[in-house]
């Protein structure tokens, strides 16, 4: 199976940084890759999708990158509402992993 | 309005059935696979396993074959995960979530249910 290693696990960061989180897989995986946004309580929003496509809705200070092994997901210019979990999701040929999570904190 | 609208939460005792539902609106239900994701409490996402509404292809993660059971009434658009004998550990929130792309699975899961939470206690 391959393995999404997110990175940092927790950010603490304050209203207009600059975020990136990285997530890594174990092997190969193109650029089938997701970016997700989860605020407690709630389900998950699709922010990035083949890595680099904002979906519709998504502002756009939200961006993802990458390709191959390594992705990043980078918020230009941090907000109040971005405060929240994110995750990665790799797909592989009917098989799906999500990292483990990266949680944005207040500074 | 697309959406996904699930069961209410459960609470059953080890040993006990469940099924929980997934139903869909607003958009072709059998063009779209439907995905479910747990979340235990305090953890991360995992992916179960992917139903499609159209011909019933199912595919289960490694990790829940044999677990739990998806399955689909197109009668009335709606997408089921089943256990047959819970157990304390499958306490969790389930999510569904329908994928982006109605020829592939390559875009991620754009529309997400609201979660079901199940709790398994003697």
């Known amino acids: 199976d391959i393995q999404m290693t997110q990175s940092p696990s927790t950010l603490s960061a304050s209203v207009g940084d600059r975020v990136t989180i990285t997530c890594r897989a174990s092997q190969t995986i193109s650029s089938w890759l997701a970016w997700y946004q989860q605020k407690p309580g709630k389900a998950p929003n699709l922010l990035i999708y083949?890595?680099?496509s904002l979906e519709s809705g998504v502002p756009s200070r939200f961006s993802g990158s990458g390709s191959g092994t390594e992705f990043t997901l980078t918020i230009s210019s941090l907000q109040p509402d971005d405060f929240a979990t994110y995750y990665c999701?790799?797909?592989?040929?009917?098989?799906?992993?999500f990292g483990q999570g990266t949680k944005v904190e207040i500074k | 309005e697309v959406q996904l609208v699930q069961s209410g939460a459960e609470v059953k005792k080890p040993g006990e059935s469940l099924k929980i539902s997934c139903k869909s609106s607003g958009y072709s239900f059998t063009s779209y696979w439907i995905g479910w994701v747990r979340q235990m409490p305090g953890k991360g996402l995992e992916w179960m396993g992917i139903i499609y509404p159209g011909d019933s292809d199912t595919r289960y993660s490694p990790s829940f074959q044999g677990q739990v059971t998806i399955s689909v009434d197109k009668s009335i658009n709606s997408v089921y995960l089943q256990w047959s004998s819970l157990k304390a550990s499958d306490t969790a929130m389930y999510y569904c979530a329908r994928s982006k792309n109605p020829y592939g699975l390559t875009d991620g899961f754009d529309i997400w249910g609201q979660g079901t939470m199940v709790t398994v206690s003697s």
């Open positions: 083949q890595a680099s």
């Open positions: 999701q790799q797909y592989n040929g009917f098989l799906w992993a």
